[in-house]
Each structure stands twice: as structure tokens, then as C-alpha cells.
């Protein structure tokens, strides 16, 4: 029913246009089918113009969405640089901390050696001294009492043992004595008996 109502509806409204363009004057159709034809180009036209102008954005989004790409991939290497610089700046942080520890204890190692070699040049001192005045003294008490005596004695044995030579005028005597198995006054007479007493 309803259908047969939209049937009707469109055969009166194209009775209505036929009536419509039998009624109308050619040059009255002429001018609104140039109208139709200039709303047409212009419609066409539009359509060119709003197509090209969504072509040139969609280029735009699409070169701005490459820049934002190599941008955020700019960041992120400046970001891996950064944090290598701050992993580099760290370790030579603690690497001069290190060096600082080391060069502190170099510099007291240093100072412990200028004050060593300050008391061995005390003791080389002292030592100079005792050389120039004790051992040339020390020397000539030996070669008095090797002249007087004409014993030459062995240093290098043990403590208790008393070892040299009695050059005589005749023959060399070796000299053995045990100092712990007699008293100090039977060393020193048996010593005294090497000596001549004729002088």
C-alpha cells in the first residue's frame, strides 16, 4: 500500500516536471541548464581543487610524521649518547678517585723515603766520623800490639774462640784458645808467653 503511494507520488511529480518543461520557454531551460552546467564545473572544480588540497596535506602529514619518526630516533640515540657519556664521566670519576688514593699514598711512600734517606745520610754522617777517628785508631792499636806480640789474629770465628798466628823469630806457632774452658787470667799469661821479653 505504502509502495503504490511512492508509485503515485513519482508519476505526479514527473507529470509535474513534463507540464513543467512544456510550459517553460527553451531559452528559460537553456539558462538553468547552463546554470546546472556552470554549478556542475564548479562543483568538479571544487572537487579537483579540495582533492589536491587533501592530497598536499596527506604529503605534509606524511613528511611531518617522517620528521617526528627521525626526530624521536634522534632523541633516543642522543639519549643512548648521553647516558654512554654519564657511564664514561662515572668511570673516570672513579678512576681519578683511584688515581688520587694512589698518588696519596705515593706521596707518603715519597716522604717516608726523604725521611729514610735523610737518616741514612745521618748515619753515613756518623759513620764517616767514626771511620776517620775510631778505625784508623783502631788500626794502629792492631799494629802496636802486632809489633809488640807478632800475633796476627783470625776475626771471623766464633766468639769464645780466641785463633791466630805467633810469627816468632824462628817459626810461626798457630793460636788455638778456648776462652770458655779457661779463666782470663790463663789466656792472657798463656798469651804472654809468646812474647819476648828481651827487647
Not at 26 to 48: C, F, I, S
Not at 147 to 167: A, F, N, Q
Request: glycine fraction near 4%; charge should be negative.
Amino acid at each position: 500500500m505504502a509502495q503504490g503511494h511512492k508509485f503515485q507520488d513519482l508519476e505526479e511529480t514527473g507529470a509535474a516536471l513534463v507540464d513543467f518543461i512544456n510550459s517553460s520557454e527553451l531559452h528559460k531551460l537553456r539558462g538553468v541548464k547552463d546554470a546546472q552546467q556552470m554549478m556542475y564545473d564548479r562543483h568538479t572544480e571544487t572537487k579537483k581543487t579540495v582533492t589536491q588540497i587533501l592530497m598536499e596535506v596527506a604529503q605534509i602529514e606524511e613528511s611531518a610524521g617522517q620528521r617526528l619518526l627521525d626526530m624521536q630516533k634522534e632523541q633516543k640515540r642522543r639519549e643512548q649518547e648521553c647516558n654512554s657519556l654519564e657511564e664514561q664521566l662515572r668511570q673516570c670519576t672513579a678512576k681519578s678517585q683511584i688515581t688520587d688514593s694512589e698518588l696519596q699514598f705515593l706521596q707518603k711512600e715519597f716522604d717516608n723515603l726523604l725521611n729514610n734517606e735523610q737518616e741514612l745520610e745521618t748515619l753515613q754522617n756518623e759513620v764517616d766520623e767514626d771511620t776517620t777517628e775510631v778505625i784508623p785508631s783502631s788500626i794502629y792499636v792492631a799494629k802496636l800490639y802486632y809489633l809488640i806480640t807478632k800475633i796476627k789474629w783470625e776475626y771471623d770465628t766464633e766468639p769464645h774462640i780466641l785463633k791466630g798466628v805467633h810469627y816468632g823469630a824462628e817459626l810461626a806457632s798457630p793460636i788455638h784458645i778456648d776462652k770458655s774452658s779457661q779463666s782470663p787470667g790463663e789466656v792472657s799469661d798463656h798469651l804472654w808467653s809468646f812474647v819476648n821479653s828481651e827487647w
